[in-house]
């Protein structure tokens, strides 16, 4: 059993997916900071100073503050401004990778570094000109040799 694991954890592909799950961590804190760190600021700012995270509707009769003594007190409301917050802040992490995976790309494109097209894996039989596999040496709808 152990030595299944081990074939199993040293695959190439498992091996691959663990490395592009930890550089995909990375890359969501990189992002993350990007929105937090140098977008959001800005965006309060021109918005003049309104933080959305302290927008509720108290949802019972007992008077509170903020969101924090709502939830200490355990009075129920309806925090659209942590909502508003998200989706800002999911429109600002998508739109920032958009623009990084647009300028890996274009790097990509001006180090002449694409991805070359891709092989094709049938071809077309003369005879009959049915789709048959490349590697193939008899057409399987007309038996022609190839």
């Known amino acids: ?28 804190k990189i992002t993350n900071s990007l929105v937090n760190d140098v977008l959001m600021p800005p965006l309060g700012f021109l918005l003049g100073r ?40 999911f429109t600002l992490i998508a739109f920032a990778i958009f623009i990084m995976v647009r300028q890996i790309n274009r790097l990509r494109t ?5 991805d070359p097209p891709p092989q094709p894996s049938e071809k077309s039989c003369p005879k009959c000109l049915s789709t048959i596999p490349i590697a193939a040496t008899k057409c399987r709808a007309c038996t022609a040799d190839l």
């Open 1 to 28: 059993m152990l030595k299944e694991f081990r074939e199993f954890a040293l695959k190439g592909n498992v091996i691959d997916l663990a490395v592009g799950v930890i550089i995909g961590a990375s890359f969501g």
């Open 110 to 114: 001006a180090l002449g570094r694409n």
């Open 50 to 89: 309104v933080d959305f995270s302290d927008m509720f509707i108290n949802l019972s009769g007992q008077p509170v503050a903020s969101i924090a003594e709502a939830k200490t007190a355990g009075v129920p409301v309806l925090a659209y401004g942590a909502f508003i917050n998200t989706v800002i802040e």
